[in-house]
């Protein structure tokens, strides 16, 4: 520990600290664009300037460590002025479209501005006027509004090893771009939309489709089926004033009514249907020998993208279960139609999603039409339901709590728990165990799964047989997992895991790219407690257990694997 000072007091804290975690610490909160605790210090802005007592020389907080004795002065009158002229010069450079911008009312740097009393700007006006890159499904890049920060860039490539985003140009002409100067759309790029996620501003956003899909509620031919997501219900809540991690399911399925959805369902629902599958496929090739082990799970998109791109010659390993989301689409264009009797090509499915990249997924060219017609039609992202939501009027907190519709919306506590990191995996385990033993599992919480550390390795006992178990999240912890497979394979030795469950985001899809702003470890891991909370009070904790799963089965599906859950509920994967 390093004694120091800051305006005066007198405060202990750990060495290596930088100044400005030092001073948050204690509740003074330094300005930065740039910094964001997921990422290395930059010191790109200039915001975060401090001093020492008794010296004029000014520095950067965020990248100067606490040194023993140090007396810091984090607030003056010459600070504030520096900061304001810094943010001036930013501005400068900024087109003012505030009213037009997605960021409007959520923009860390027009908060700056009202905090700073910005009333005039000295300096000539000199905004970019860049194209704006539309090219992929799920995130738009506007150069014009970027201010150079360097989140997006460290993101991508320090926390997901993809490399899709650079700094192109120099001085007064640089800006963020795919390298090459491409398309994103023809880059590495793989839809996490965690740039996005981090982007103080407005020059990366989620793709909006929420025209969309209030032209298809206005529609009065159409029927309209949303379904949404296990992360969303534990972070929707921060748009409209709750703590992270609020359960809110309920009140989320009372919102969707009075948008006016006709009917409710819940992709928990069909994640309880990725295990029936998945957990089959899984005893399939771990015991009976028929297919590759290690067996991967594919419910993220962004990591089937990376897969694909990168890791071609492990699409034998891809578990070819669909993800929930696809599998809850060929279902409600099929199995709920028949049952309400009502004609697919008037349905349109919506999706509300903690994720950009699901955006990207429901136009993938592989099995997406398995129903006959396009599965899901519309995918939004956790921030896009907020947002139709508040421009309806609809008072969120008052609303009271409701169900979703039948059939598919009944879930259990595995089905729930797909939204953290380890979730697939432990749910999958709790149906695996009961597939290889006929027994339930007494304990079903499988704990070794469970938390932020970047890679975690396990090995679960079934009856006396060793399975050995790898969860990754963020793509960065993923190479050291495929690798270790590839030299035990060309090595001749045996595999080194079994199982291995991947999310592309941080603390998995509590973390997704589409979440509400401002997703910190500490936020990941209040939402991940709500998820767990969920899991919690259910009634039902494992997916072969649900009744309405096991209907599903027999009115229609027949058996996992069979050749109708084949048809609707399985594809396959393109290098
Ligand atoms: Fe996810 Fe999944 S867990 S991928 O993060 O397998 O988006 O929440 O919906 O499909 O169930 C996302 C979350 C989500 C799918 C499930
Ligand atoms: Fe990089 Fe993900 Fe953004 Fe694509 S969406 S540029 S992969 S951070």
Redesign the pocket.
């Known amino acids: 520990m390093v004694n120091i000072k800051i305006n005066g007091k007198e405060l202990k804290v750990s060495e290596g600290t930088s100044i400005l975690n030092a001073a948050r610490h204690f509740q003074i909160d330094i300005p930065t664009l740039c910094y964001h605790p997921d990422l290395p210090a930059w010191g790109s802005c200039g915001l975060c300037i401090v001093k020492t007592e008794g010296s004029p020389k000014m520095f950067r907080a965020c990248a100067t460590p606490v040194a023993e004795g140090m007396s810091i002065i984090t607030d003056d009158p010459e600070i504030v002025e520096v900061r304001k002229n810094t943010l001036q010069l930013i501005l400068a450079d900024h087109p003012n479209d505030c009213l037009y911008c997605g960021r409007n009312g959520n923009c860390e740097l027009q908060k700056l501005a009202a905090e700073f009393g910005i009333r005039e700007q000295p300096y000539e006006p000199n905004p970019q006027n860049l194209p704006k890159d539309n090219s992929t499904p799920?995130?738009v890049l506007d150069p014009s509004k970027c201010v150079k920060c360097g989140r997006?860039v460290n993101?991508?490539q320090e926390m997901?090893n993809?490399w899709?985003?650079e700094f192109l140009g120099r001085g007064d002409g640089t800006r963020i771009a795919p390298a090459g100067d491409i398309y994103?759309n023809d880059s590495p790029?793989?839809?996490?939309?965690?740039?996005?996620a981090h982007c103080p501003v407005g020059a990366?956003y989620e793709k909006d489709d929420t025209r969309k899909v209030w032209d298809a509620i206005r529609d009065p031919e159409i029927h309209t089926v949303v379904q949404i997501a296990p992360a969303v219900r534990v972070a929707i809540g921060e748009a409209f004033g709750y703590e992270p991690g609020t359960l809110l399911t309920g009140k989320t399925y009372a919102a969707l009514r009075r948008l006016g959805f006709d009917t409710i369902f819940d992709t928990n629902f069909a994640a309880d249907l990725t295990i029936m599958e998945e957990a089959s496929e899984f005893v399939k090739r771990f015991l009976e020998g028929k297919g590759e082990i290690p067996l991967v799970t594919t419910c993220c998109p962004s990591w089937v993208d990376y897969l694909e791109k990168y890791f071609p010659d492990m699409i034998p390993h891809f578990s070819t279960a669909k993800s929930p989301q696809m599998m809850m689409a060929s279902m409600i264009k099929t199995y709920y139609a028949q049952k309400a009797g009502i004609d697919p090509a008037k349905i349109v499915v919506v999706s509300v999603m903690p994720c950009?990249s699901k955006k990207y997924e429901i136009n993938r060219d592989e099995d997406m039409y398995s129903s006959g017609y396009k599965d899901l039609d519309i995918s939004i992202t956790t921030r896009e339901l907020a947002r139709m939501i508040k421009s309806a009027g609809i008072e969120f907190s008052k609303l009271p709590d409701e169900e979703a519709d039948s059939p598919l919306g009944m879930y259990t506590g595995a089905g729930t728990i797909f939204g953290a990191t380890g979730g697939v995996m432990e749910a999958a385990i709790r149906t695996a165990y009961y597939f290889v033993t006929g027994k339930e599992m007494g304990e079903v919480e499988y704990t070794p799964v469970r938390g932020l550390e970047g890679v975690k390795e396990s090995e679960l006992d079934i009856d006396g047989t060793k399975v050995k178990i790898a969860v990754a999240h963020s793509i960065s912890n993923v190479e050291y997992v495929l690798n270790k497979v590839k030299e035990a394979k060309a090595a001749g030795k045996d595999v080194p895991y079994h199982f291995i469950e991947v999310m592309a985001c941080r603390g998995g899809c509590v973390g997704g790219?589409g979440q509400p702003y401002g997703a910190t470890d500490a936020i990941r891991a209040k939402r991940t407690a709500g998820i767990y909370a969920d899991d919690k009070k259910s009634e039902i904790r494992c997916s072969h257990q649900n009744p309405a799963i096991k209907k599903l089965y027999e009115e229609f599906l027949g058996e996992p694997l069979g050749e109708k859950a084949h048809k609707y509920l399985h594809t396959h994967y393109t290098p």
């Open positions: 799920s995130i997006c993101v991508c997901q993809v899709a985003l994103l790029c793989i839809k996490c939309g965690q740039c996005s990366i950009t790219g």
